[in-house]
């Protein structure tokens, strides 16, 4: 499904997956710096329509290349700056980027685990679950949607 023919009418929240939505995804690789980051089409002409549609748009990552050491924090930290960057020159916004490093699957941060819901639902007492949209590329996405309680959309 594209970006664009997503229903989010009736959501206040959206939680979306960044490599395979956001940006294109590096078959067998990581995104470990900008100049690997791809948009994918529409992505900020949907985001700039999203933005004055709901109340908050939060990004939900697992980022394992960190955690392999293929690239730092900072690497990542500087992608995240430029993107947002990018989606706000359009007329988006990204709220906050929860992200998890962890290599390991016990770790509850850890899509699909709902460890970063839970931190969202922390820093934004007025998120409701019953109100939130996760769109997703990946069966760990829609699973970390159903451990949330909250509807999941595959792209």
């Known amino acids: 499904m594209k970006l664009s023919n997503i229903e989010i009418s009736g959501y206040d929240t959206l939680l979306l997956d960044r490599d395979g939505v956001i940006n294109r995804l590096r078959l067998n690789d990581y995104v470990k710096c900008w100049a690997e980051f791809e948009f994918l089409p529409e992505v900020l002409d949907v985001m700039a329509k999203w933005s004055k549609e709901v109340k908050h748009i939060f990004i939900v990552t697992n980022q394992r290349g960190v955690g392999k050491g293929l690239m730092t924090e900072g690497d990542l930290q500087d992608i995240h700056k430029r993107m947002c960057h990018e989606i706000k ?67």
Do not use: H, Q, W
């Not at 359009?90 to 941060?109: H, M, P, W």
């Not at 709902?114 to 998120?127: A, H, K, Q, S, T």
């Open 89 to 155: 020159k359009c007329g988006g916004r990204i709220d906050k980027i929860y992200y998890c490093t962890s290599l390991t699957e016990a770790d509850n941060r850890r899509k699909p685990g709902r460890g970063m819901f839970d931190e969202i639902l922390r820093d934004y007492p007025n998120v409701k679950p019953s109100d939130c949209l996760m769109i997703g590329d990946s069966e760990s996405d829609m699973k970390f949607a159903e451990n949330c309680g909250i509807k999941g959309i595959t792209v």
